[in-house]
């Protein structure tokens, strides 16, 4: 029973571990945490995006997803990064290199199966009401996110 009491601490204080050594750790998301960050940001259109550090379409969309970031106010668009690296070792220099200017989590398995995600990249898009509408793999760039982010507004 010590020996899972100390596994579940050490466990426990890893990311702060990271943090205290000056990097912050990418943190773990899981589905009722993603749930809750939906559901306190209605009014907005959220945006998933899967991705991997290895992925080649994933590198060439990341800096797409940036623009679209920089195009709509926090009001009216959280854009949420899913790594689905096995280890975030690579992930915090990846996304700082790429210029990321959204939250980046590492996506728990149950995110990946509830939203179907077997190839990266994968896009998911809930309206304003907190309903997914769009759950689709492969790469978008920033005119066709556009389009989508403005149809879930309600502009042009």
């Not at 579940?8 to 943090?19: D, I, N, Y």
């Not at 992925?55 to 709509?72: F, G, N, Q, S, T």
């Not at 793999?137 to 879930?152: E, H, R, T, Y």
Request: aromatic share 8%; net charge negative.
């Amino acid at each position: 029973m010590k020996r899972i009491a100390l596994a579940l601490l050490f466990c426990l204080l890893l990311p702060c571990m990271a943090s205290a050594a000056g990097e912050p750790a990418i943190e773990p998301l899981d589905q009722a945490g993603l749930t809750a960050l939906i559901q306190k940001n209605k009014g907005k259109v959220v945006m998933l995006n899967f991705f991997a550090t290895w992925c080649p379409p994933c590198r060439v969309e990341i800096p797409e997803l940036v623009k679209v970031r920089d195009a709509y106010p926090q009001s009216e668009l959280l854009l949420v990064g899913l790594s689905v690296d096995e280890d975030s070792a690579p992930v915090l220099p990846f996304i700082k290199k790429a210029g990321v200017n959204y939250p980046v989590y590492m996506a728990a398995r149950d995110v990946t199966d509830a939203y179907r995600v077997t190839s990266v990249p994968h896009n998911v898009f809930f309206a304003t009401d907190g309903h997914m509408v769009i759950s689709e793999p492969g790469m978008a760039d920033a005119n066709v996110i556009g389009q989508v982010m403005d149809d879930l507004l309600g502009k042009k």
